[in-house]
T-cell receptor, first 110, second 115 residues
Framework: EDKVVQSPLSLVVHEGDTVTLNCSYE??????LLWYKQEKKAPTFLFML????IEKKSGRLSSILDKKELFSILNITATQTGDSAIYLC??????????FGKGTKLTVNP | NAGVTQTPKFQVLKTGQSMTLQCAQD?????MYWYRQDPGMGLRLIYY???????DKGEVPNGYNVSRLNKREFSLRLESAAPSQTSVYFC??????????????FGAGSRLTVL
């Protein structure tokens, strides 16, 4: 059965800190790994990583995929209070199904 | 452009009552999904539909039924609600992008409480 495990489940930092969120996955016929940010409402898409795109960057956020070791990390540098959210990782295999991890709740204190 | 629209946004039921959550998307996506979210549990897939006319079970299908009415609409039905089904429900839709992966677009969520 496909499985996604995120760590840590919860993280509290101060503004300006750098954080690393982890995601390991086990999925048959791996196709993609996705990162989402969830604030009060629905998750919003951050990054998609595939065999042909194993590193993505957008502003202070970046993500890499290690297909050999079956994990991904999401880095956030110079954190701001607006980065406080739940960060969700999801993986997709050979079907249209996406399996999510439990999420990492990030709290950035001023 | 509405994206994914879910109704109702809030609902309170008594144990044993039935109800249907409605979802519609206007992005001409082939795939649609229903997830539930409980504190500390992330998003768990209930059912998904890879195309009009097909549905498949996800991780937690027990107690739910779905209907893919047409390409736009995917409904989730609780036949006999139980307190364990108290949750926030998200509908999502997607298509495969040129890279072969599905990027989901989510609705705003429906908060269901079963007393």
């Amino acid at each position: 059965e496909d499985k996604v495990v995120q760590s840590p489940l919860s993280l509290v930092v101060h503004e300006g800190d750098t954080v690393t969120l982890n995601c390991s996955y086990e999925v048959t016929n791996f196709r993609s790994l996705l990162w989402y940010k969830q604030e009060k409402k629905a998750p919003t898409f951050l990054f998609m990583l595939t065999s042909s795109g194993i590193e993505k960057k957008s502003g202070r956020l970046s993500s890499i995929l290690d297909k050999k070791e079956l994990f991904s990390i999401l880095n956030i540098t110079a954190t701001q209070t607006g980065d406080s959210a739940i960060y969700l990782c999801a993986s997709q295999g050979g079907s249209e199904k996406l399996v999510f991890g439990k999420g990492t709740k990030l709290t950035v204190n001023p | 452009n509405a994206g994914v629209t879910q109704t109702p946004k809030f609902q309170v039921l008594k144990t044993g009552q039935s109800m249907t959550l409605q979802c519609a998307q206007d992005m001409n996506h082939n795939s649609m999904y229903w997830y539930r979210q409980d504190p500390g549990m992330g998003l768990r897939l209930i059912y998904y539909s890879a195309s009009e006319g097909t549905t498949d079970k996800g991780e937690v299908p027990n107690g739910y039924n779905v209907s893919r009415l047409n390409k736009r609409e995917f409904s989730l039905r609780l036949e006999s609600a139980a307190p364990s089904q108290t949750s926030v429900y998200f509908c999502a839709s997607s298509d495969r992008n040129p890279g072969g992966a599905n990027v989901l677009t989510f609705g705003a969520g429906s908060r269901l409480t079963v007393l």
